[in-house]
């Protein structure tokens, strides 16, 4: 089955730890996306990527950075600089059209928590 | 103004009753509209496109007044299981790309 898996499903950040969060889709859709969502709060776009070796930020991207080497795979790397990086962290793929919006699919998420 | 904004709730319904949903966005250019379902804590899954002239799903009917700027999601003969949170989604006509805002969410619990 086609479908976003993202890994691992809980994770612990120890103070000044980089972590990175896995993304990987088998959709070969174009876009990805990293969304963090806050208890109670809208999800809110961190990086998004077009285009494989393309990527560029959201509205939330410090402390935060990614790659796309692969059209399959969208790491998420929350850095030390993130000082609240406790949150609910959604991954999501689309058939980019260029700006007309296309459903985004999400992953399961992964939960970060601070030690 | 925010650019999504939805009521959040909640909504206690009792089961087999009708409810309704609004949504307002900002930005008249918006051209894609779409409402998402949460369970809690869970990823959100697409409940259903929004198209012009509105469109239905078994329970659930969607509409779109492009003219007020808002969008609807109506579900009859609500079940336990409708019990999640609604978001209601739109394009950011001003990105290149196919950036999308979500709304905060409304909360719906069907009881018993």
């Known amino acids: 089955d086609g479908g976003i898996t993202q890994s691992p499903k809980y994770l612990f950040r120890k103070e000044g730890q980089n972590v990175t969060l896995s993304c990987e889709q088998n959709?070969?859709?174009?876009?990805m996306y990293w969304y963090r969502q806050d208890p109670g709060q809208g999800l809110r776009l961190i990086y998004y990527?077009?285009?494989?070796?393309?990527?560029q930020k959201g509205d939330i991207a410090e402390g935060y950075s990614v790659s796309r080497e692969k059209k399959e795979s969208f790491p998420l790397t929350v850095t030390s600089a993130q000082k609240n990086p406790t949150a609910f962290y959604l991954c999501?793929?689309?058939?980019?059209?260029?700006?007309?919006?296309?459903?985004?699919?999400f992953g399961d998420g992964t939960r970060l928590s601070i030690l | 103004r925010k650019e999504v904004e939805q009521d959040p709730g909640p909504f206690n319904v009792p089961e087999g009753a009708t409810v309704a949903f609004n949504c307002t966005y900002s930005n008249s250019a918006s051209q894609s509209f779409f409402w998402y379902r949460q369970d809690c804590r869970k990823e959100p899954k697409l409940l259903m496109s929004v198209y012009s002239s509105g469109n239905e799903d078994g329970r659930f009917t969607a509409q779109l007044n492009r003219a007020s700027q808002y969008i609807s999601l109506l579900i009859r003969d609500s079940k336990l299981s409708d019990s999640a949170t609604y978001l209601c989604?739109?394009?950011?006509?001003?990105?290149?790309?196919?950036?999308?805002?979500f709304g905060p969410g409304t909360s719906l619990s069907v009881i018993p």
């Open positions: 959709l070969n859709h174009d876009a």
């Open positions: 990527s077009q285009i494989v070796n393309d990527f």
């Open positions: 989604v739109v394009n950011d006509p001003k990105t290149s790309y196919d950036k999308v805002i």
């Open positions: 999501a793929s689309s058939m980019d059209q260029g700006g007309v919006g296309r459903p985004q699919h």
